[in-house]
């Protein structure tokens, strides 16, 4: 069993910063990969961002290379998103999510299938 509390979330202004964090209980945590996803209104839940258990190895969406970056702390159980430079399209609820296992390949971390727990989400919003 894996609980996931996000954290960090709130309302920022466009081009500026913001940090989520999502704090794991459970002991497998540093055996699962961690993905960051974000829904906003009307649309469908959508991946930004995983990394792998170990750490090092990360995927991105698009729209979001260059700008966010995900990190892990294995040792507080903790997975981070660093947001820089948001945008106004970045505004959504996001979850955090622990991946259910087998190879670290984008076809897999992409789909929200392939987690098995998920955090309750918080919101950010960008202003204009």
């Known amino acids: 069993q894996v609980q996931l509390v996000e954290s960090g979330g709130g309302l920022v202004q466009a081009g500026g910063s913001l940090r989520l964090s999502c704090a794991a209980s459970g002991r497998t945590f540093s055996s699962r990969a961690m993905g960051w996803f974000r829904q906003a209104p009307g649309k469908e839940r959508e991946f930004v961002a995983a990394?792998?258990?170990?750490?090092?190895?990360?995927y991105y969406t698009d729209s979001v290379k260059g700008r966010f970056t995900i990190s892990r702390d294995n040792a507080k159980n903790t997975v981070y998103l660093e947001m820089n430079s948001v945008k106004p399209e970045d505004t959504a609820v996001y979850y955090c999510?622990?991946?259910?296992?087998?190879?670290?390949?984008?076809?897999?971390?992409?789909?929200?299938?392939?987690?098995?727990?998920w955090g309750q989400g918080t919101q950010v919003t960008v202003s204009s």
């Open positions: 990394i792998r258990g170990s750490g090092g190895a990360t």
């Open positions: 999510a622990a991946n259910k296992g087998g190879p670290f390949l984008f076809s897999r971390v992409v789909r929200s299938t392939s987690y098995d727990y």
